[in-house]
């Protein structure tokens, strides 16, 4: 049972009518009948309450899996947090394709798109529609309204942590709106409901407003590994200040000039997540190696999740999430769903491996001795000259929705949902192995306080799992000759790929745009070539520079 926090917990929805989302006029359903102040009257729905902030990464709607849209405008599945963020991530790099169509979907893949584009909305609006339900949550439990609902001193503190987790919740959603949109506009609790249209922030003054409130809020935030499976604590709030500061130079740049560096913060704070007690996941099973055993439906188990989005097949049912990126990432003629990845027979047919990924391996074979190379090769072709066959393409079998140990005969167990439509599998936000990748390559950059040796052994660390290896076996390990830059790349596409970081990582390497390096169909051409660095960020949708006249467009849109 991984619903939400993982106790099977039902969520409380905030009423809509009280949600400040941001300038746009969503197209949202309502979510809750009576207003946020009868709701919070109840010491009780506190924690559902909040159960509804974590669940807004994973669910689409308000029945589930679908039927009552926290947005319309497109079909449900598509507006899913998740499955519109792993697109933005994954199909405008040189991980993933698609074989669908739909509207202007393609144009992630061609890197074309438009302010006009329905798939660029959804993610802007999921991202604002997610800060206004973290807003409303802050909104309702200031110490004063409290005090006037007669709260317990007990429950207060225990609320005091619930805000420090929204708090982090919403500094996520921001982080991703800096990242993908770069300038846009920004809402607190502190903001009026039904104000005037919110100001505009500049990328700096996004990015030193989440790192301000991670800051802020260390104090209150539960211990790393102390809190319940799939909620916030101190290490996620590390993690993801190590990510801001390792991309600093992208987020406080301006046009062409680079920001600051802050490598040395970067491995401050990976320092910190890598002594709170987090391994790697290094056992494996009769059927299944170690790294695989992260991407499996029983992957809550993994002693390297720092922070997760968790789903159940019976409880949080839906078409986006890893219901998505597991059925999208079936199809063809000998790729058998039920028996291999527990899901319903035909699967979707959509997504596959650009030709980039799987070349990045030492074999793209089934031989391959990296056993991070989960792909499946039977009746696939490495190039794709036709977008829409399946079988161009090498299909993914990273993700599963399968147990890591088999039966007493040895088929493998499906998750909890009998039909095998919707899966148990979670989303691993954050985990260990990134977070060494971060260390390694903010030393590489020359961070202050980083250690060359410790670095390497992170980086081997993951090496020998990939291989398989046991202490003193070095098959799989480097040198500190061989730990450069490039490196750093190519161990991270092979360690996270299908992940959600390729485009952060694409675009902090100086790669995402340029034409010094390609894949297939960047710029809308077989080959790929290189486009125009206005890419680099998502723009605003027109919906919201017409509903608002204190934004200003991206640059080049």
């Known amino acids: 049972m991984k619903y939400a926090f993982s106790r099977g917990l039902t969520t409380v929805a905030i009423a809509a009518s009280l949600v400040t989302v941001s300038s746009c006029n969503l197209d949202r359903q309502p979510l809750f009948e009576p207003g946020s102040e009868e709701v919070f009257q109840d010491f009780a729905n506190y924690k559902p309450a909040l159960a509804k902030i974590y669940a807004g990464l994973a669910i689409s709607g308000q029945q589930g899996p679908s039927g009552r849209p926290d947005i319309t405008g497109l079909d449900e599945g598509f507006t899913n947090y998740l499955r519109g963020y792993w697109k ?34 959804a993610m802007y609006d999921r991202i604002f529609y997610q800060i206004g339900l973290c807003n409303e949550f802050l909104r309702q439990t200031t110490d004063a309204k409290l005090s006037e609902r007669g709260i317990s001193d007990a429950d207060k503190q225990t609320v005091k942590a619930y805000r420090a987790e929204a708090r982090f919740m919403r500094a996520l959603s921001y982080w991703h709106a800096l990242d993908m949109f770069g300038n846009v506009p920004f809402v607190t609790e502190a903001d009026a409901v039904g104000a005037t249209p919110p100001p505009q922030y500049s990328r700096t003054r996004l990015f030193n407003f989440v790192e301000s409130e991670l800051l802020a809020i260390d104090g209150d935030l539960i211990a790393p590994r102390q809190n319940e499976y799939g909620r916030a604590d101190k290490a996620a709030a590390w993690t993801l200040l190590a990510k801001l500061y390792l991309n600093s130079v992208v987020y406080t740049g301006v046009g062409a000039t680079p920001g600051t560096p802050r490598y040395d913060k970067c491995i401050t704070y990976c320092d910190k997540v890598i002594g709170a007690g987090y391994v790697l996941q290094t056992t494996k099973t009769s059927i299944f190696p170690a790294y695989a055993r992260n991407f499996l439906a029983d992957n809550n188990t993994s002693p390297e999740f720092i922070f997760t989005t968790n789903f159940d097949g019976v409880r949080t049912q839906g078409y986006g999430g890893t219901t998505f990126i597991i059925h999208a990432a079936v199809g063809g003629r000998r790729m058998k769903p039920g028996e291999q990845f527990g899901i319903s027979s035909g699967g979707w047919a959509g997504t596959r491996a650009k030709k980039n990924l799987p070349l990045l391996f030492p074999d793209t074979t089934q031989a391959c001795p990296d056993k991070r190379f989960l792909f499946y090769t039977n009746g696939q072709r490495l190039e794709i000259t036709a977008v ?30 009998a039909s095998g439509t919707f899966t148990d599998t979670d989303w691993p936000v954050f985990r260990l192995a990134d977070v060494n990748l971060m260390y390694a390559e903010a030393t590489i950059q020359g961070g202050a306080g980083g250690d060359r040796g410790k670095a390497l052994r992170l980086l081997n660390d993951i090496r020998n799992r990939a291989y398989g290896n046991t202490a003193g076996v070095t098959t799989g390990n480097i040198t500190d000759a061989a ?16 992940e959600g970081y390729r485009r952060t990582d694409l675009i902090r390497f100086g790669k995402f745009t340029s034409g010094s390096y390609v894949w297939p169909y960047k710029g809308n051409t077989p080959a790929g070539q290189g486009v125009d660095a206005k890419f680099n960020l998502f ?19």
Do not use: C
Not at 89 to 112: F, H, K, R, S, V
């Open 539 to 557: 723009p605003i949708p027109i919906t919201d520079m017409s509903a608002n006249p204190n934004l200003v467009q991206n640059q080049g849109y």
């Open 88 to 121: 933005a991530q994954e199909l405008t790099t040189d991980e993933a394709i698609i074989g669908w169509a739909d509207g202007n979907l393609p144009a992630y893949q061609n890197m074309n798109w438009t302010s006009g584009n329905e798939f660029i909305r």
């Open 388 to 417: 829409d066959n399946f079988n161009h393409g090498f299909a993914v079998k990273k993700f599963r929705n399968v147990l890591s140990t088999p039966t007493s005969t040895g088929a493998l167990q499906p998750g909890q949902d």
């Open 483 to 498: 730990m450069n830059m490039q490196y750093i790349q190519d161990e991270r596409a092979r360690e996270l790929y299908w």
